[in-house]
Structure formats: C-alpha cells, structure tokens
C-alpha cells in the first residue's frame, strides 16, 4: 500500500508527538517507501530550520529522501494544487500533498485535520 505523507506528519514524528510518531516511523521501516511532494519536504525544511537551525534542516532533510520518494511536483499538479486551494480552506502545501496522493490513489496521511475534507476525490488519515 502506498502512503503520501504531508508535512505535519513529518514534523510530528520529528517532535515525537505520539501516536502519530509511531505510525510514521513504522511506514518509513517498512517495504514500501512513502510518496511526499517536494514542496511538502520543503515546509518540513523551513520550519525545522526556524527551530534548530540549517545544519539541523539540512539533516534532517537528508534523511528524510533516504527513506522517503520525493516527487517534484509537474505543471499539471500545480494546478490541480491551485484549484484545490480555491475550492477548500486549507493551506497551499496540503494541497500539494492531496495531489499527490491522487495521483499514487494512496491515502494521505497527515497529523493535521485540515486536508481531511468530506468527499474529497483524495482518501485523507488523520494519524492523531
């Protein structure tokens, strides 16, 4: 099974917010590598450079594409981004993160409510 992991998701297992941190570590040990999109990846960076630091961001950035398939995202994704964005109050990244998941039709799992949205063409987890 495929997983897309968004931003949060990350930046939980990385403050070792429980439950989340458990359910995320034991994708990344596991056989298939969860998707996230680069843009996700990027919001993991700056936040964690806003708290630790850049050698910090570059670490944890680093193992982070040892463990995990990183997708730019193309044209066509940054536009259905931007129309997701349009048609629901959540932020940009998140819908980065919800196109990626349709496009792998995989759940996006996520340690924050607001790209779970009713009847979304996406299938959303909230892990806690």
Do not use: C
């Not at 990385?14 to 439950?19: I, K, Q, S």
């Not at 596991?30 to 570059?58: F, L």
């Not at 398939?69 to 932020?91: G, T, Y």
């Amino acid at each position: 099974m495929t997983i897309v992991l968004d931003s949060r998701a990350v930046l939980r297992l990385l403050e070792g917010r429980e439950p989340v941190a458990s359910k995320v570590e034991e994708q990344l040990s596991g056989d298939h590598r969860p998707v996230m999109s680069w843009i996700n990846a990027g919001e993991v960076y700056y936040v964690t450079r806003r708290s630790a630091g850049e050698p910090a961001a570059t670490t944890i950035l680093r193992e982070l594409r040892s463990v995990v398939d990183l997708e730019l995202p193309s044209v066509r994704r940054v536009i259905e981004a931007a129309r997701i964005k349009a048609d629901h109050h959540m932020a940009y990244a998140d819908a980065f993160a919800a196109v990626t998941a349709m496009a792998h039709h995989a759940d996006l799992w996520t340690g924050d409510p607001e790209p779970l949205v009713h009847d979304a063409p996406w299938r959303g987890e909230n892990l806690g």
